[in-house]
Structure formats: C-alpha cells, structure tokens
C-alpha cells in the first residue's frame, strides 16, 4: 500500500541551528509533494509544495524542500531556525492515480530559545 | 475571506452514541476531505469528495463511518454506535478545483472524546 514516512517523531534544537527533516513515500508514479505546518493552537498550513519543474521549492519562511525521484523523497530544510519554528510538520503526498492525499504521522519540532 | 469551519469545536459523546460531525468548506472549493488525527499520531484519511464523482470512501475504518455531502458544499460525518477508540480530533480541507491546485485548506478540526 502507498505510504508516506516521516523518519524523526521528535525533533529537538536550538536557534540557529539548521535542520532538516526527512520525509519518504513509497508509490513509483508521478507524484504532487506537500509540507504542512501546524503551530500550536492553529490550523494546519501549506508550508510549500513541489507539482513539476525545479526539484527545489521555496517556501514561506525560509524553508525549503528538495525532491529527490530516485530516493522518493522530499526533505525539509531550514539553514537557520528560530524559537517561532515550533511546531508539527507533516509530509503529504498526492499520487497522481488518484486525488487522495496522504499525510505522514508528523514530526514535532522544539526550538529551544 | 471566510476559511473551512467545522462544528462542533468540541464533543463529549457516551460510547454507543451517534454523533455527526460538520464542515463548511470555503466557496468554490470542489474538494473535500476528512481526516482523523489520533493522540501522537498522523494524519489518517477517511473520506473524499470531489464535485460530482462518488467519492472515495476507502479510508472509512468501519461501517460505522459515512459522509455526506450536499453538491459542492457542506459535509457531514457521521460514526454511529461511537467506540472509545473514535476518540480523535477530525479533520476536513478543502481544495480549489485545477490540476495544478490540491493545496489543502484545513479546518480548526472537531475534537471528539468518547467515554
């Protein structure tokens, strides 16, 4: 079954520190790559998405992903992040076969101030 | 403009009850989603509607679960006979139509607690 992975559950740094979250999916067709954000006690928003064209997106932010087809992934990064990037990322992954859209279990991320 | 709402915010439910869950999308969006995010878990997909298709109802843990939704607007969930593993925040997005959309538009979400 087509499936999207989220290696780290809970992501721990300090200001200024980069990051990079990693995100896999296992389906071989054409796929539509997602990030979402939800800070605490807001809705869940699109950070950035990858459709076609360059494998790397920009984002809101600062942050950025970068669509690898050969590794079927699609990993976040952030060169420098701030005590404000705490929050729940999660991975979505549209495969083109259909319109469902499936989301990774999240990765919390603390930023320690 | 107004975004994708959903009532109640919170719900306290006995188990074996019926409750149903509602989702205004935004205007014009022809695809709706449903969610259910469990304690510490991701997001599972249950349901998809989408313009005049039939929707995709794979998700759907158990016969217990249906959806609804009246044309290209409001939604409603509903888990009969409600088990204490329904407990969970539910979800509903919205989506523009267009190939190149699929960018979700999510609700506050409708937590349900059933004891």
């Known amino acids: 079954a087509q499936s999207v992975s989220q290696h780290n559950h809970h992501v721990i740094l300090s200001e200024a520190a980069s990051l990079e979250l990693g995100c896999n999916y296992s389906?071989?067709?054409?796929?539509?790559l997602f990030w979402y954000v939800q800070y605490p006690g807001q809705h869940l928003q699109l950070l950035l998405k990858y459709f076609s064209g360059d494998p790397l997106v920009k984002g809101i932010k600062g942050f950025e992903a970068e669509f690898i087809k050969s590794k079927f992934s699609f990993n976040l990064r952030k060169p420098s992040v701030q005590w404000s990037d705490t929050a729940e990322y999660f991975c979505?992954?549209?495969?083109?076969?259909?319109?469902?859209?499936?989301f990774g279990k999240g990765t919390r991320l603390h930023i320690l101030p | 403009g107004a975004g994708v709402s959903q009532s109640p915010s919170n719900k306290v439910t006995e188990k074996g009850k019926d409750v149903e869950l509602r989702c205004d999308p935004i205007s014009g969006h022809t695809a709706l989603y449903w969610y259910r995010q469990r304690l510490g878990q991701g997001l599972e997909f249950l349901i998809y509607f989408q313009g005049n298709s039939a929707p995709d109802k794979s998700g759907l843990p158990s016969d217990r679960f249906s959806a609804e939704r009246t044309g290209e607007s409001v939604s409603t969930l509903t888990i009969q006979r409600t088990q204490q593993e329904d407990s969970a925040v539910y979800l509903c997005a919205s989506s523009h139509p267009g190939p190149l959309s699929y960018e979700q538009y999510f609700g506050p979400g409708t937590r349900l607690t059933v004891t």
């Open positions: 389906y071989g067709g054409t796929v539509n």
């Open positions: 979505a992954v549209r495969m083109n076969r259909d319109d469902k859209i499936i």
